[in-house]
Structure formats: structure tokens, C-alpha cells
């Protein structure tokens, strides 16, 4: 069956440090492939997508490509800031399962300054 | 656009009791999911609502259910209540996207209701 993977936290970081998030999947179809954030007592919000291979998601400084060969859709921002401090979830969305999405397990972030 | 909307955004409830948690989606979404979100179990798929019919389901007891309106709003109902039921209740509504292999989803999530069982 679909599924994602997702390094396990937590991650700490400086203020202006690199950020990767790793994400690997399986999926039985051709899936689309997002990455969601958190914030402290707020649901999910999107933050980037990619529906195709080699695709390049990105929004508010962060990037993922959507890499079939090694399935796999790594987040990361070139600097991040204490206001990043959050959850990210990968996720994906099969067309052969319909809607269902599938999301990984959640990956804590903690920017200092 | 307004964005998904769910109430209440927090309810306290006793062991045995129900609770019904309402959603309203994002206008011209049909489609709305339900996802508990605990610590330790993390986001886990409750169900989903397509035009009214329950599309897909995940693995839980079936004291808990949902349904749909004819408007898209979405209730989830839990009966009997128990203390491991406390958690965030996420409800999400889609956006069909076109991809390589055809058409899937991208979802939109509300703030979420939290539940807490006593």
C-alpha cells in the first residue's frame, strides 16, 4: 500500500542555519506529492506541492523536488528564521486510492535565535 | 474565499457521553476528510465525504461516523466517548489537481476542534 516516510525529529537549528527534511514514499500509482506545516494550536497548512516528476514545489523560501528515480521529496529552506518553528508533514495523494492521502509521521522544528 | 471552518473550535466532554463536530468547506470543495491528530499516534485518517457518500474510510470503531449535506458541510459524530478519544479533530476539504497519471487531490485543513474526554 501507499505510504511516506519522514526523518524522525526533533530537529533544532540557529537562526540562518540549512534546513533538510528527508521524505521518501511508496505509492502505487503516480502520486502528487505535498508538504503541509503546523503551527503551535492551528490545523495543517499547505505549504508546497508537486504533481509530476522533477517538479519543483516552493513557497516562502522553501523547496522540494519531486525525485521518482529515488522516490523521494526532501524539504528545504536555504536560511531559516525562529518564525519556521513548527510541524511538517509530508504527505501524498494516489489517483488509484482517490482521495485518501497519506501523510508521514511529522517532523518538529525548532529554530533558536 | 473563506477558508474551512469547524466547530467548535473546543469541547469538553465526559466518558459515555456523544459529541457531534461540524465543518464547513472551503465554497465549491465537495469533497471533506476527517483526521484525528493525538501525540502519540499522530494524524491518523478518520473518513471522507464525496457528494454526500462516504468514499473512503479508515480504521476505526464504529462508534465513530460522519455524514454529509447536500451543501458539502460535513458532521462527525462519536458515540460512547472514551478517554483515549481526546484529540485534535482536523476536517479538510479538496481540490481536485491534474497530475501525470490523471487527477487527485490537494486539501485544505481547518484549525481543527479539540476534543478532551474526562
Known amino acids: 500500500g501507499d505510504s511516506v516516510t519522514q526523518m524522525e525529529g526533533p530537529v533544532t537549528l540557529s537562526e540562518e542555519a540549512f534546513l533538510t527534511i528527508n521524505c521518501t514514499y511508496t505509492?502505487?500509482?503516480?502520486?502528487?506529492l505535498f508538504w503541509y506545516v503546523q503551527y503551535p494550536g492551528e490545523g495543517l497548512q499547505l505549504l508546497l506541492k508537486a504533481t509530476k516528476a522533477d517538479d519543483k514545489g516552493s513557497n516562502k523560501g522553501f523547496e522540494a523536488t519531486y525525485r521518482k528515480e529515488t522516490t523521494s521529496f526532501h524539504l528545504e529552506k536555504g536560511s531559516v528564521q525562529v518564525s519556521d518553528s513548527a510541524v511538517y508533514f509530508c504527505a501524498l495523494s494516489d489517483w488509484n486510492t482517490g482521495n485518501q492521502f497519506y501523510f508521514g509521521t511529522g517532523t518538529s522544528l525548532t529554530v533558536i535565535p | 474565499k473563506a477558508g474551512v471552518t469547524q466547530t467548535p473550535r473546543y469541547l469538553i466532554k465526559t466518558r459515555g457521553q456523544q459529541v457531534t463536530l461540524s465543518c464547513s468547506p472551503i465554497s465549491g470543495h465537495r469533497s471533506v476528510s476527517w483526521y484525528q491528530q493525538t501525540p502519540g499516534q499522530g494524524l491518523q485518517f478518520l473518513f471522507e465525504y464525496f457528494s454526500e457518500t462516504q468514499r473512503n474510510k479508515g480504521n476505526f470503531p464504529g462508534r465513530f461516523s460522519g455524514r454529509q449535506f447536500s451543501n458539502s458541510r460535513s458532521e462527525m459524530n462519536v458515540s460512547t466517548l472514551e478517554l483515549g478519544d481526546s484529540a485534535l479533530y482536523l476536517c479538510a476539504s479538496s481540490l481536485p489537481i491534474y497530475g501525470l497519471a490523471g487527477h487527485s487531490y490537494e486539501q485544505y485543513f481547518g484549525p481543527g476542534t479539540r476534543l478532551t474526554v474526562t
Open positions: 505509492a502505487t500509482g503516480y502520486p502528487s
